[in-house]
């Protein structure tokens, strides 16, 4: 199970943050992003190890980390475009089971 929080209205070239926990330890954390019309896309994602991937269009402004004791990824994004809004989701790839793991969709919506 995964609970994201975080999210919002927020105007062009500000900030904001997401979170989001797992239920147990879980190999990958991270976030996807879905706007209306479009498929869902990369955001950016963590292991446990701390190896991350990032989408392009957000190399350089949101930043995603990772509290392991917690069961916890945190994506702080920073300089943020209107072509940002979207409904943000949080995943998990377990090894375990082999598959991925979707949270409910948070939206973030960047507008003046």
């Known amino acids: 199970q995964l609970q994201a929080s975080g999210g919002g209205l927020v105007q062009p070239g500000g900030s904001l943050s997401l979170s989001c926990t797992a239920s147990?330890?879980?190999?990958?954390m991270g976030w996807y992003r879905q706007a209306p019309g479009k498929q869902r896309d990369l955001v950016a994602t963590?292991?446990?190890?701390?190896?991350?991937a990032y989408g392009d269009s957000v190399k350089g402004r949101f930043t995603i980390s990772r509290d392991n004791a917690k069961n916890t990824v945190y994506l702080q994004m920073k300089d943020l475009k209107p072509q940002d809004t979207a409904t943000y989701y949080c995943m998990a790839y377990s090894i375990n089971d082999a598959r991925n793991y979707w949270g409910q969709g948070t939206l973030v919506t960047v507008s003046s």
């Open positions: 963590m292991t446990s190890a701390g190896e991350t």
């Open positions: 147990r330890s879980i190999f990958r």
